[in-house]
């Protein structure tokens, strides 16, 4: 629950996510002893190593993007995607049923 709140998914979203990157060796997902129903997610050696090829593609990735909105609308972007993780909570509230 605490790793799937911090990613503002829902837990059957993130075990999904989780099972292709166990399957590639890339996380481990191991029972809490004591807790049947509790899972820790580790990061494996091959999965740090994944993370530090990709990192500089994603600080290139980054940096094309800040050139190209520049410094002002990334600060605006930052803040409207801040704003929706903060109500992420109320998307996961049941739409209205329509009467009629």
Known sequence: SA???SLVMDRTTLTRNLRPLERAGLVRVARVH???RARHVL???RGEKAI????????SALSRVRKALGPRKVRLLNVQLASVVDHASAL???LPRRKG
């Open 3 to 5: 790793v799937a709140n």
């Open 34 to 36: 004591g807790d049947a």
């Open 43 to 45: 990061l494996t050696h």
């Open 52 to 59: 530090e090829q990709a990192y500089p593609l994603w600080e």
């Open 92 to 94: 996961d509230a049941p």
